[in-house]
């Protein structure tokens, strides 16, 4: 699809003069959408905006940087009515590419923008040296499908966002038959497994988790050291059988993440009915916890902890050659 309309102009995002523009637009756009982080990147944006030494820092900095300042806008008569932003996340030694916050005004949309601004990324990124890029989209926003589907990006994984709410901390109790403890070394094999198949290799760049750093043994306590942190991970018995484990990573967004480590079939919703309280009576009282999780798995538990859905996303890829 081309533009209908010959007087719309792409061009690259312009830090010094588009950020609060954009922050309007995607606030437009995405508005009912916006969880609290979505709020406070908005919010963080338009201090940027404001913050001339930030500004002038990221500009220099280019695309290496692991903050959201890159993409394309679209102008009509001057007027920014799209915006397509370029995400960088460094994880690994690899370069990951986050196509995010796509965005048309509401006056200007079925005319070809979002496509436009699409290809346009795409063909800039194309010139990269990277393997991939990513884009997030909600399982029910049937037009945005639409337009990754014809640019050929593919469904690789369906993740829920759980939070939990005030009801989840007054779940905490004793459960017979299950222990909360610290993690035991002849776990971690079975755990490692298990996180590696609830948060594959393609899905921690993002989340910014790495299992591995939570080993027992002297590197995990250096790198807690190091970081002045607390090991914040526990496992769970029931009937003495080790059944499942969880990591609280704090943050400074307005929720804390836990990871959650639990084998593939039943028996690991008492794991996270009582997992999810007790981390959050205990080491995260005034706060709310999130997890991220595969879609449609464990929702009955999650729903028993006190948690909601606030999110269901396709995770999409484009290889590049
Ligand atoms: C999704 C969005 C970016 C599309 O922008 P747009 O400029 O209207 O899209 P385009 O005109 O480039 O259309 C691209 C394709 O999607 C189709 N499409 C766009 N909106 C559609 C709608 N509401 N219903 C059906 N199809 C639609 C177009 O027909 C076109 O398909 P085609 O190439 O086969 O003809 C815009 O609706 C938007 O800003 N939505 C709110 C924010 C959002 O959800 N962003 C996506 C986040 S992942």
């Known amino acids: 699809m081309f533009f209908h309309d010959q007087n719309f102009h792409i061009r690259p995002l312009d830090t010094r003069k588009d950020m609060l523009v954009v922050a309007d637009l995607i606030e437009i756009c ?19 905006a404001l913050d001339q030494r930030l500004v002038r820092w990221s500009y220099a900095a280019g695309e290496m940087i692991s903050y959201p300042l890159n993409g394309y806008v679209c102008e009509k008569d001057g007027q920014v009515v799209g915006n397509l ?25 079925q005319q070809g923008i979002a496509h436009s601004m699409t290809a346009k990324a795409l063909e800039h990124l194309y010139r990269l040296p990277i393997r991939a890029v990513w884009l997030h ?6 037009p945005a499908r639409h337009l990754y589907d014809t640019f050929q990006f593919r469904e690789r994984y369906m993740r829920d966002t759980w939070i939990s709410s005030e ?19 002849e776990d971690w094999p079975s755990q490692l497994k298990w996180f590696s198949t609830l948060y594959p290799s393609d899905v921690v760049w993002n989340l910014d988790f790495d299992a591995n750093q ?12 190091f970081r002045d942190e607390k090991p914040l991970q526990w496992n ?22 836990v990871f959650l480590a639990l084998p593939p079939d039943d028996g690991n919703e008492k794991v ?12 995260s009282p005034n706060r709310k916890l999130m997890v991220n999780f595969p879609s449609r798995t464990a929702e009955k538990a999650f729903r028993q902890s ?7 996303l396709i995770w999409m890829e484009i290889r590049m050659n």
């Open 85 to 109: 932003s370029i995400i960088p996340f460094y994880w690994k030694r690899e370069w990951y590419y986050l196509i995010a916050n796509v965005a048309v005004h509401p006056d200007f949309r």
């Open 236 to 257: 769970v018995r029931i009937d003495g059988k080790f059944s499942g484990a969880g990591i609280l990573k704090k943050s400074y967004t307005y929720a804390d993440q």
């Open 137 to 142: 989209v909600r399982e029910d926003n049937l």
């Open 214 to 225: 939570h080993r027992p043994g002297i590197l995990a306590g250096l790198l807690h050291l």
């Open 30 to 48: 995405f508005g009912s959408q916006l969880d609290p982080d979505g709020a406070a990147y908005l919010e963080h944006v338009r201090k940027a």
């Open 272 to 283: 996270i009915t009582t997992l999810l309280p007790f981390i959050q009576k205990n080491y």
């Open 306 to 312: 006190g948690c909601d859905l606030v999110s269901r």
């Open 167 to 185: 009801m989840t901390a007054n779940l905490d109790r004793p459960v017979p038959g299950v222990l909360i403890e610290p993690p035991r070394r």
